[in-house]
């Protein structure tokens, strides 16, 4: 079974809410919706992806991710690890930049929102933190 490893930002603004951003209606788990982030690249650190990502879906440059946790879970066809970090303070102006839906929401309505089963056990633990 394929195995990928991710890198994924919460971001959190001044109103204590996240930011999620809509998969496409094109990708794998089309319309549902996630943590901004991405795959690794080969002989890429972790922080060295999550900026790279973030800069590259919401057109910002983060400061000072604080590493929050990792999870590993496994899908029909493929194995994920998400090391997730918590993201309070950016430059720019978030934009979905790859054209995408982005939403910023409160902890509890994250447990309405159709959020990939991935990233669902983080929503207990970010309710500790926010």
């Not at 900026?51 to 590993?72: A, S, Y």
């Amino acid at each position: 079974m394929r195995s990928i490893e991710v890198a994924a930002g919460i971001l959190i603004d001044e109103k204590k809410r996240v930011l999620l951003s809509q998969r496409s209606h094109l990708k794998i788990f089309p319309l549902q919706w996630e943590f901004p982030g991405g795959k690794l690249k080969e002989n890429e650190s972790i922080e060295f992806a999550l900026i790279r990502e973030l800069k590259e879906e919401l057109n910002i440059e983060i400061c000072d991710p604080e590493f929050f946790m990792q999870l590993k879970y496994s899908y029909e066809t493929f194995k994920v690890k998400i090391h997730f970090y918590l993201v309070y303070s950016w430059s720019g102006l978030v934009i979905g930049n790859e054209s995408q839906i982005i939403q910023w929401c409160s902890t509890d309505q994250l447990e309405k929102i159709d959020l990939l089963e991935a990233d669902a056990p983080v929503i207990k633990e970010l309710k500790g933190v926010i």
